[in-house]
C-alpha cells in the first residue's frame, strides 16, 4: 500500500500596503491653518502689539510739523516690526519649543522647513496688518496724507523691514534656550531699540548716538521706510537697504545654526 505525501500549499504572504506620505504642500496648509488659529486665540498680545505703535503715533501728532509726517510715520512703523519680531515670533517660538510642541511636530511627517515657513508666514501677516492700520491711524487722527505709490512702496518695505527683527529674534531664541529667559531678553532688546532707536533718531541723546542710530537695524529699517512714504530715494537710501539686507543675512545665519528644536531645562 503506497502512500502518497502531498507537499502543503504555498502560501503567498499578505502584501503590505505602501505607506503614503502627505505632500508638503498639505502638511504646509494644515501647520499654517493650526498657526493661524493659535494667532487668533492670543489675540490679546496680538492687539498690545498694535496698540503701543498706535499709541505713540496718536501721542506723536505736535511732531509732525518740525519732523514731518513720514518720520512720524516711519518710526511708529518701526516700533510695530520691533513688537511683533522680538514680543511675538521670538516668545512664541520659545514657549512652543518649551512645551515640546517641535519635538512632537519632528516626528511627524512635516519636513523641519514647513514648521519654521508657516511661523514666519503667520508673522508676515501680522507685519501686513499692522502697517495697514497705522496707514489708517495716521490718516483718521494725525491727518497724514501720502501719495498711493508711496503707500505701497513703503508697505513693501515693511515687509523687508520686519525680515530685520525675525531674524534677530531667531537670534535670541536660537541662543538662549530657556523660555523665561528669552522673554526677558526680549523686553530688554526692544526697550534698547526703542529708547537709543527712536530717541536717538530725535536728536537726544547726543550726536554720537544719533549716528549710531541711523545705522542700527532699527536707524536703517526707519530710513528706508521715510524715503518710500515720500517717494524719495537717496544713495543713502539705498546704503541704508543694504545694511538692513546685510542686517537679515546675518542674524538669519547665526539663528538658524545655533537653533534647537529641544528646550534645554
Given amino acids: 500500500m503506497s502512500t502518497t505525501i502531498t507537499a502543503p500549499a504555498k ?6 500596503p505602501a505607506v503614503t506620505l502627505p ?3 498639505t502638511v504646509f496648509k494644515n501647520l499654517l491653518r493650526a498657526d493661524l488659529t493659535t494667532q487668533w486665540r492670543n489675540r490679546r498680545a496680538t492687539f498690545l502689539v498694535l496698540l503701543i505703535p498706535a499709541v505713540i503715533l496718536i501721542s506723536w501728532k505736535g511732531l509732525i510739523p518740525k519732523f514731518g509726517s513720514a518720520f512720524v510715520l516711519a518710526n511708529c512703523i518701526t516700533v510695530g516690526l520691533n513688537a511683533i519680531g522680538l514680543m511675538g515670533y521670538t516668545n512664541s517660538i520659545a514657549r512652543d519649543r518649551d512645551k515640546g510642541v517641535f519635538q512632537r511636530l519632528r516626528i511627524t511627517p512635516a519636513p523641519r522647513w514647513t514648521i ?11 507685519i501686513a496688518i499692522v502697517t ?3 496707514f489708517i491711524v495716521g490718516y483718521q487722527v494725525d491727518h497724514i496724507v501720502m501719495q498711493p505709490s508711496g503707500y505701497a512702496l513703503a508697505f513693501c518695505v515693511a515687509v523687508a523691514g520686519g525680515a530685520v527683527y525675525l531674524s534677530l529674534g531667531q537670534v535670541i531664541v536660537g541662543l538662549i534656550h530657556n523660555a523665561e529667559t528669552v522673554n526677558v531678553v526680549t523686553r530688554l532688546v526692544y526697550f534698547i ?7 536717538g533718531s530725535l536728536g537726544m541723546l547726543g550726536d554720537a548716538i544719533n549716528k549710531v542710530s541711523n545705522w542700527s537695524p532699527y536707524g536703517t529699517v526707519e530710513r528706508i521706510l521715510a524715503d518710500a512714504l515720500t517717494n524719495v530715494w537717496t544713495s543713502t537710501t539705498t546704503m541704508a537697504l543694504l545694511a538692513t539686507i546685510g542686517y537679515t543675512f546675518l542674524f538669519t545665519i547665526i539663528g538658524i545654526r ?3 528644536w529641544q528646550s534645554s531645562k
Avoid: D, E, N
Wanted: hydrophobic share 60%; aromatic share 12%; proline share 6%.
Fill in 11 to 16: 502560501t503567498t504572504p499578505a502584501s503590505t
Fill in 23 to 25: 505632500k508638503p504642500a
Fill in 116 to 126: 519654521m515657513v508657516s511661523r514666519l508666514t503667520v508673522q508676515l501677516l501680522m
Fill in 132 to 134: 495697514t492700520i497705522l
Fill in 193 to 199: 531699540f526703542i529708547m537709543v532707536g527712536m530717541f
Fill in 258 to 260: 545655533f537653533f534647537r
